[in-house]
């Protein structure tokens, strides 16, 4: 049953013609549950928000799988608009982008051209970005322009999923880049060629991964909302003597938030990942397919101001 209602969410996610029409009529379901608004600015009082009770943020600007060149260029600029205004408004912000929304389906040059320009300005105004990873078709090529960008700008960061087969290998090969990377379990559906189909194996590999980021000594983002990888995570530390320096953990926007405050006042770091913009259908119908219960909060919000 949980995996059917994981595949029909997931298959929705996908619907062009729902989106469209989700564009036009939803935003007012999720705005303030799960997403900032449809703006940037829309979503700065929830950062704010989120700063005053003790955590970080990274600012999604929501959009993915972009066909047209000139849409992955204004996207960019975009991003860096967002990023001047997390300067200029001394937010404690970062910003999670996707390939797909800067061009990755359409040619490499111009998502490599699209995330120089980033990453430019990312340095100039010293904020993180993190490349979300998407499905495991563009995890190669994500990872490998992860590589090549980290040899020349130092605010970059990416995703490493735990239910691939390839993970722990991948972490093993980019070990001597230091890299700052966000642990996840993985979002999308995948075949057993590639990916582990159990939660239980993709729990210990999530552990093992874990375990292995902080060993390392590279700075790691623990991004979850499930209580024994959290626990695991303060266990682990706790006994390799690794300080709360050294990592942070990172939840959705509207999940988990007495967990987040909780960890706030044992001293941690978390970071709140908060999505805006007007194409939010895709990242809602992957939340819904991680857990249906997230229907019934979104649903009694359609009611509401
Ligand atoms: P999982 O879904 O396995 O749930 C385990 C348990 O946690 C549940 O049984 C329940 O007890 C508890 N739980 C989970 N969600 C809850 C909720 N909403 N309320 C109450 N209890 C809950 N994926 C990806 O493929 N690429 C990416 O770049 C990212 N980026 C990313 C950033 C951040 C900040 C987060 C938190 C997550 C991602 N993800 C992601 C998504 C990630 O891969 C994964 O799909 C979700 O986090 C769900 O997995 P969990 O580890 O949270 O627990």
Sequence with gaps: MEALSRNFFLYLSKNQPLNKLANLYGIRMVKGKIVGGISFDQAIPFIRELNADGMSVT???????????????ERAGEVVAALELIKEAGLDAQVSLKLTSLGLDISEELVRLNLRRILTAADRLDVMVTIDMEDSERCQKTLDLFQKLKADYQNVSTVIQAYLYRSNDDLEKMEQLQPFIRLVKGAYKEPKSVAFQEKRDVDTNYRKLIARQLDSGSYTAIAT????????????AFEKGIGKD????????GM???????????????RIYLPYGDDWYGYFMRRLAERPANIAFAFKGMTKK
């Design 225 to 236: 909302h499930d209580d024994r990888m959290v626990s695991f995570a303060k266990h682990y």
């Design 59 to 73: 600012v999604d600007h929501l959009g993915e799988y972009v066909a047209d060149p000139h849409t992955a260029v």
């Design 256 to 270: 988990r938030q007495q967990l987040q405050q909780e960890l706030v006042k044992e001293g941690y770091k978390v």
């Design 246 to 253: 050294k990592f942070e953990f990172q939840m959705l926007y």
